[in-house]
């Protein structure tokens, strides 16, 4: 039996890179809570029975521990209501940054044709493989549309008039 040789050590560019990334990601997933959050509260209303108010919660406590693919598909849910064009273009970018996030988190590296470029080695539940190479920049233009949408997230969340709690934010000086 041959044993697969162990991967190529990344750059400490490209290490770097990815670490960005997947933060933005994590960003991103909160921002998603907390727009799932606002938008759902707000769905339910002043006058809102105990009953419902106790469904609300529970569905609350569970998308703590959501992947990012269902945080994406519960907020497209949530966005439904008078935003039809927004939700659009939000969910084409969303389920690119899902792939993105899927390829980043998930692939092992191997080093590409051209110097300073990276070979991801992955294959999604489609059966498909990611084809082309990427490097620091393509990684760090990943980074920064996961910051652009995560911004566009946290602006629908706050003009429900309901922001919430951000974690680890109430020790932060404004």
Same mark, same amino acid.
């Given at each position: 039996m041959t044993i697969p040789r162990a991967p190529d050590?990344?750059?400490?560019e490209m290490a770097t890179a990815i670490g960005h990334a997947v933060s933005a990601f994590g960003f991103l997933e909160e921002a998603l809570k907390r727009a799932i959050f606002s938008l759902t509260r707000k769905d339910l209303g002043e006058e809102v029975s105990e009953k419902a108010m106790q469904k609300w919660l529970r569905r609350m406590e569970d998308i703590a521990d959501d992947t990012l693919g269902t945080l994406i598909d519960s907020f497209l849910a949530a966005l439904r209501n008078g935003r039809m064009a927004e939700r659009q273009e939000l969910?084409? &970018?969303? *389920?690119?940054?899902?792939?993105?996030?899927?390829?980043l988190c998930h692939a092992s590296w191997r080093r590409g044709k051209e110097p300073g470029q990276w070979h991801p080695t992955f294959i999604n539940t489609r059966g498909e493989s990611f084809p082309d190479d990427m490097g620091v920049e393509? &990684?760090? *233009?990943?980074h920064a549309m996961t910051l652009k949408t995560a911004r566009r997230v946290v602006g629908i969340m706050r003009a429900t008039g309901i922001d919430g709690e951000w974690l680890g934010w109430d020790d932060v000086e404004a």
């Open positions: 050590r990344l750059s400490d969910a084409g &970018v969303l *389920a690119e940054i899902r792939m993105k996030r899927n390829l393509e &990684v760090m *233009a990943v």
